[in-house]
């Protein structure tokens, strides 16, 4: 073979080479594309069962794992975070021990205390409260009972207190009654107040002269509809007042929606916005936050809110009493108020488990509110004497 015949035959095998080599990657090709095209990936998925499901189902089965696998890892990854945090808030909760205690009274020159739960337990006074009263008492501390009940005034509270042999003055008791009073005195509202709520808050009213109307007298009050009812309300009301009201009805409804709505410059005040309330000790009971949550319904208006955890009743002690905050300790049994209450106050704050919050709620994962130390009841501050 000459030279030129040889050159021949060798470009002819590197064709055929490269033809018979294409070949191959385009078969390659086609049945990736073919695999791809009619979903059988599912083949390698150690989750898919069988060969033969249908394209359709073997994709749905597939985003379906996906969506799985991804939403526990991000479970996971939540359930991770959560346990970290919780696991942090859980270490941060300090039990108070004795040398704790000495700290705590000698730095605090007043104490807030939450009643119920605090203080007495429905009308049982808690274990050791009165001795521990007095010994605060005799170490010169200035004492404060507040509490969101908003059903008596103060001159109501001071009957309890009495009745259960402590001996403190209606001066040293705030309720959410007194504070929505204690609130339109502060702007020098010389309006009229619709109440929502029972005797406490029109008691209040009355001790700073200022006009009301509904709270008992709409007890009972029902509204029957009938084609083209009007009802009328009173237009000089500029405030209504929402307490926690065992008589709520819809004449009461209507009437604070009329007042708020239609009333230039009507002021909606709540109480407090408790969730619930413990009226019996058998279970917890809808709370003012309730009957609020129905007049933030019909008006689409927040209201301002007086009650714990509000601002408002401590700036009203810190003011008129000259006490810096960071003399004052918050003694609760209610984390969502009481200590969230002395937190944003820039208070101290001692939880006690003789309420509603037990050890396994406050150490639950699902809290985030650490007060600064927690004990069983108020009386473990007499072992610091
Ligand atoms: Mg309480």
Redesign the pocket.
């Known amino acids: 073979m000459d030279n030129q015949n040889k050159r021949r035959e060798k470009t002819h095998r590197h064709r055929r080479y490269f033809l018979s080599r294409n070949s191959i990657y385009i078969y390659i090709h086609y049945i990736y594309i073919y695999i791809h095209t009619h979903e059988l990936t599912h083949i390698y998925d150690p989750h898919m069962s069988s060969f033969a499901s249908s394209s359709v189902a073997a994709r749905s089965v597939l985003v379906q794992n996906k969506v799985a696998s991804s939403g526990k890892r991000n479970q996971s990854k939540r359930v991770s975070a959560t346990t970290q945090i919780s696991a942090s808030m859980a270490h941060k909760q300090r039990k108070m021990d004795i040398a704790e205690a000495k700290k705590l009274l000698d730095k605090t020159k007043t104490f807030i205390f ?5 203080i007495w337990k429905g009308d049982s006074l808690i274990d050791g409260v009165p001795e521990t009263i007095d010994m605060l008492k005799s170490m010169g501390k200035q004492l404060f009972f507040i509490t969101n009940n908003s059903t008596k005034s103060r001159a109501g509270y001071l009957k309890k207190f009495t009745s259960l042999g402590l001996n403190i003055t209606a001066e040293n008791i705030f309720s959410s009654s007194f504070a929505a009073a204690a609130y339109l005195e502060s702007i020098k509202f010389d309006g009229k107040v619709y109440v929502v709520g029972e005797t406490g808050i029109g008691e209040e009213l009355d001790l700073l002269g200022i006009k009301w109307s509904g709270c008992e007298a709409d007890k009972g009050k029902e509204v029957t509809l009938s084609e083209g009812l009007y009802m009328d309300h009173d237009k000089d009301v500029s405030a209504v007042i929402v307490g926690f009201d065992r008589h709520f009805n819809y004449h009461k409804i209507q009437q604070a929606t009329l007042c708020i709505r239609e009333n230039p410059g009507c002021l909606f005040i709540a109480t407090n916005t408790d969730a619930v309330t413990h009226l019996t000790s058998a279970q917890e009971w809808a709370g003012n936050g309730s009957m609020v949550g129905c007049i933030k319904g019909s008006t689409q208006q927040e209201p301002i809110v007086v009650g714990k955890p509000s601002s408002f009743m401590l700036d009203y002690i810190a003011e008129k009493y000259s006490i810096p905050k960071d003399e004052i300790c918050m003694v ?3 984390l969502d108020t ?1 200590i969230l209450f002395g937190k944003d106050g820039g208070l101290s704050t001692l939880l006690v488990l003789s ?2 919050t037990t050890e396994d709620r406050l150490l639950s994962p699902k809290n985030d509110i650490v007060p600064d130390f927690y004990t069983n009841q108020l009386s473990d501050l007499l072992e610091a004497k």
């Open positions: 939450d009643c119920d739960g605090v609760g049994d209610r009481d309420g509603v």
